[in-house]
């Protein structure tokens, strides 16, 4: 079945940035709406980003401004763009594809917004 991997997490100091990946393989990538979630420790899982298959975009509150979800149909590949970070941000950050039929995770990435 499909097949989600994220990568880019790691260490960042607060006002940092990262860029996070999430490469799709074994779907057809441009009919499915793609978004970024994340899971602080103790925390529910909570949507962060979204890009539909037409490129229309949405992002929690708590990111607006600051993040940028984008898709590179060609790449079957999804980025978030994470800038101005806080230690707020420290979470998973899981990958997700959607379409009528099939939902698809990713196993997550870590991102430490430390100093």
């Known amino acids: 079945q499909g097949q989600l991997v994220e990568s880019g997490g790691g260490l960042v100091q607060p006002g940092g940035s990262v860029r996070l990946s999430c490469a799709a393989s074994r779907i057809t990538f441009s009919i499915y709406a793609m978004s970024w979630y994340r899971q602080a420790p103790g925390k529910q899982r909570e949507l962060v980003a979204t890009i539909t298959k037409g490129g229309s975009t949405d992002y929690a509150d708590s990111v607006k401004g600051r993040f940028t979800i984008s898709r590179d149909n060609a790449k079957n590949t999804v980025y978030l763009q994470m800038n101005s970070l806080k230690s707020e941000d420290t979470a998973v950050y899981y990958c997700?594809?959607?379409?009528?039929?099939?939902?698809?995770w990713g196993q997550g990435t870590q991102v430490t917004v430390s100093s």
């Open positions: 997700n594809a959607r379409s009528s039929l099939h939902h698809y």
